[in-house]
């Protein structure tokens, strides 16, 4: 580890960089939740030369900015840092050395960080920022080895979005800047590196690794991840890489991969990344999954050994369209990333799984948007928000996602298939690998489709759509005919006339099951839910959704039963979507607050930082 070296300012040069960043920066910035200044200057690639130490928790090295200079009278460059300890800036000479360049790390704001500011000129077409993390990096999760999956090695990885990329890299932290990258990352060498680039270089477990992204992607897609990773294809295109004891499962539940990609490209242009690789992380990863460009993090709760939650590989699939190929301009403009991808996934589940499956699963999302709407300001229920002063995070409702797929299904339901599939492939070829605000879309969209067809649908609508809080009363809900019968089956139970056992359930896939949990009234008995546990075994599914389903419904109740495997689930499972609503539930029931408290003291250690942080909110 290269030892720190303590770089000093003038009082002169300190005062006249703070005094420029007080000035100016309301002129300079075009992202409320990044300090850089990219009105005059932008990187435009990033080499980065990282080495990773599991002792230390660190990441230590060099970033290397290219940079283009929009403004020729600027005196700044001005990057985003948060909890980065910076040893050292260098700029590079015209003839070729590297010079000592003046900087100062501004007051810490508590959601954006701290702005680096360095003395430049346009002469200045490279700057080296030597740096370390530190314990406060919020985009890195260090795995001792008693946390990982096979307890043989330690696992890092990185989740970078919203704004979580400057706490592990000093760069210009906004989705509206797109660069190309490389990487040369030293590990162990037992250890495996992988990026979100091209991987084919590191056929070698070495400790030596090298990456290069050549399509400009948003920082927030730049990701890493080290630990005893193995790699097994599933097609020419796509492969997955994991610890050895989910390789092969993960092979088998995600075989359709290369179909999705088929029908995305037919439908709506060519991928434009090479390989579509999955890397199955272990379970305290926060997400889902996250769309890093040619390789997928994913979460192991969707390996369930039937293929029934693959709609999250069509989803993290359909970003590489709308997301990564076009990217919100801003956190306020979120649904131009998950609106898209919502109603492209579902799309594609419609294509290879058949209409059915699609239904039922709009239907579950719908919802489940509901539910989550009760919990929201209303003007966080419009498409398009107003995040100044707020954590991007805040931002990641199911509204963005949802409500936005549910825009789109209306739009489709108005101009038609033919003519909407159209518009989205033409939406895609004509802004690939830039960046979208809402407003540039609508014009777009205006231009594209309600112009061109006049009468169909009323501008006023659109605004309603996209401005306005809650859910138009003319949006589109799927229904599901399966969804019904489950119903009916219900209602034979509850009003006695049928038995559990004797329900027609034999041929339910999870989708019918999480209907028929959902519809389950909340006053049921202990008795009653006794029973259906007995049959149904619903506190030992080994499904993460049917578990959670469950266990919201009964530790209202305090069903004895559900609180030694929900003990085991919190202290294995840390995905965001699982263990901040089951942690609510717990914290709501008298009975169990303290017990929940006990429960996350003991397991917080293990769940990501970004999910620290939602339940640290209202637990302690």
Do not use: C
Request: avoid cysteine; charge should be neutral; aromatic fraction near 12%.
């Amino acid at each position: 580890m290269k030892p720190l070296k303590m770089f000093f300012v003038t009082l002169t040069t300190l005062f006249s960089l703070v005094t420029a960043e007080v000035v100016s920066a309301s002129s300079i910035a075009t992202d409320s939740h990044s300090f850089a200044n990219v009105q005059d200057v932008r990187t435009t690639n990033l080499s980065i030369d990282l080495t990773v130490d599991f002792t230390r928790k660190q990441l230590s090295g060099f970033v290397e900015h290219d940079l283009e200079w929009l403004n020729p009278k600027a005196t700044r460059f001005i990057v985003d840092t948060r909890a980065l300890v910076v040893e050292q800036v260098k700029a590079m000479r015209k003839d070729g050395t590297w010079a000592d360049v003046s900087y100062v790390l501004g007051i810490t704001d508590a959601i954006k960080g701290q702005p680096l500011t360095m003395q430049l000129t346009p002469a200045s077409t490279k700057v080296r920022i030597y740096y370390h993390t530190t314990a406060g990096t919020t985009g890195l999760q260090w795995l001792s080895v008693a946390q990982t999956t096979e307890k043989k090695q330690p696992f890092l990885f990185s989740q970078s979005q919203a704004i979580h990329a400057r706490s592990w890299i000093p760069l210009q932290d906004s989705p509206a800047v797109r660069i190309t990258y490389q990487a040369h990352i030293r590990t162990p060498k037992d250890l495996l590196a992988v990026m979100s680039a091209d991987n084919s270089q590191n056929t070698a477990r070495d400790g030596d690794y090298y990456f290069s992204m050549p399509q400009r992607v948003p920082t927030y897609l730049i990701a890493l991840a080290v630990g005893d990773l193995h790699f097994k294809e599933m097609s020419q295109q796509t492969g997955v890489y994991a610890e050895k004891a989910w390789l092969d499962k993960a092979v088998y539940e995600f075989a359709d991969t290369q179909k999705m990609i088929d029908v995305a490209s037919k439908l709506y242009g060519e991928y434009h990344w090479g390989r579509y690789d999955l890397l199955i992380l272990p379970s305290s990863f926060p997400f889902g999954g996250m769309e890093n460009p040619r390789l997928s993090f994913i979460t192991p709760t969707v390996i369930t050994g039937d293929r029934s939650l693959v709609s999250l590989i069509a989803h993290e699939l359909a970003h590489s369209w709308s997301g990564n190929l076009i990217t919100n301009a801003s956190w306020n403009d979120l649904w131009v990333n998950e609106g898209f991808t919502n109603f492209v996934e579902n799309r594609l589940m419609r294509e290879v799984y058949g209409n059915e499956r699609a239904d039922m699963e709009a239907n579950l999302s719908y919802h489940e948007l509901l539910r989550d709407m009760k919990g929201l300001a209303p003007a966080d229920t419009a498409l398009k928000v107003d995040l100044t002063g707020r954590d991007p995070d805040d931002a990641f409702s199911l509204v963005p996602y949802v409500k936005g797929q549910l825009f789109l299904s209306w739009l489709e339901s108005k101009f038609g298939k033919v003519r909407f599939d159209e518009f989205m492939a033409s939406y895609f070829g004509k802004h690939q690998f830039q960046s979208m605000d809402t407003e540039v879309f609508l014009k777009f969209l205006s231009e594209q489709l309600v112009n061109k067809y006049p009468g169909v649908v009323d501008p006023q609508q659109i605004e309603q759509w996209v401005y306005k809080p809650g859910i138009p009363v003319d949006a589109v809900i799927s229904q599901s005919d399966a969804f019904v019968k489950v119903e009916q089956q219900l209602q034979l139970w509850l009003k006695q006339e049928q038995p559990l056992r004797r329900l027609n359930t034999s041929k339910w896939t999870v989708h019918e099951w999480l209907h028929f949990i959902n519809q389950l009234p909340r006053d049921l008995t202990l008795e009653q839910l006794s029973e259906l546990d007995e049959v149904f075994m619903f506190s030992g599914s080994r499904n993460a959704e049917i578990f959670v389903a469950w266990a919201r419904l009964t530790i209202p109740v305090n069903y004895p039963p559900i609180f030694t495997p929900l003990r085991k689930f919190l202290m294995e499972v840390g995905r965001t979507k699982f263990v901040v609503p089951l942690y609510k539930e717990l914290k709501a029931n008298p009975e169990k607050s303290g017990w929940a408290s006990a429960i996350y003291r003991e397991a917080r250690a293990g769940y990501h930082p970004l999910t620290q942080s939602q339940i640290d909110k209202f637990l302690f």
